[in-house]
């Protein structure tokens, strides 16, 4: 069964860091592209960063140079790595995986999400 799982959310004051985790299982990560995707409250689901089955990485405007999308296949896990949070950023995360995919940024070819991990920016 495949399964992915994000952890790493919290509470957060402006200016601040965390880092999310997707950890996978049931498949291979190596041969999954993995995008992060991000919902705030009131508003529509977005992607904020993917990275393809050959380490390409995309980012969205308005987390570049702030966010760093990394995996690590052996422990079967992506990170997203955030500095620099703004009040903006908060949301909930979610991993999803897409296979074989080269391309990450297609959002319609992810067909397995995890289940969230709120970040909070606040004060």
């Known amino acids: 069964q495949l399964q992915l799982v994000e952890s790493g959310g919290g509470l957060v004051q402006p200016g601040g860091s965390l880092r999310l985790s997707c950890v996978v299982s049931?498949?291979?990560?190596?041969?999954?592209?993995i995008g992060w995707f991000r919902q705030a409250p009131g508003k529509g689901r977005e992607r904020v960063s993917c990275?393809?089955?050959?380490?390409?990485?995309v980012y969205e405007d308005s987390v570049k140079g702030r966010f760093t999308i990394s995996r690590d296949n052996a422990k079967n896990t992506v990170y997203l790595q955030m500095n620099s949070l703004k009040p903006e950023d908060t949301a909930v995360y979610y991993c999803?995986?897409?296979?074989?995919?080269?391309?990450?940024?297609?959002?319609?070819?992810?067909?397995?999400w995890g289940q969230g991990t709120l970040v909070n920016v606040s004060e």
């Open positions: 990275i393809g089955v050959s380490d390409n990485t």
């Open positions: 049931g498949f291979t990560l190596e041969y999954y592209a």
């Open positions: 999803a995986a897409a296979y074989l995919a080269y391309l990450c940024d297609i959002t319609r070819q992810y067909n397995y």
